[in-house]
């Protein structure tokens, strides 16, 4: 099985970019990921009122993330 991407350069050269630069998005939301669960776990010194804004920011990810059916497995 194949898949062909086809962009009109330079007019689509955004969307070729994005394209082209996907794995990197996927590596940085997961070091983003793992290093809020690092801080959440392991990080004593976190206000109370910080690791539950962190704690937010993490579950955000992840519903947006299912939203568009995203997996970084």
Not at 26 to 45: A, C, G, S
Not at 48 to 69: C, D, H, P, V, W
Request: proline share 1%.
């Amino acid at each position: 099985m194949k898949a062909t991407l086809e962009f009109e350069l330079p007019q689509d050269a955004i969307e070729h970019q994005t394209a082209i630069d996907g794995w990197k998005w996927r590596m940085i939301v997961n070091e983003i990921i793992e290093n809020l669960r690092q801080d959440l776990k392991y990080n004593n010194n976190l206000h109370a009122e910080a690791g539950k804004s962190l704690e937010s920011l993490r579950g955000f990810i992840y519903q947006r993330m299912t939203e568009e059916n995203i997996i970084l497995d």
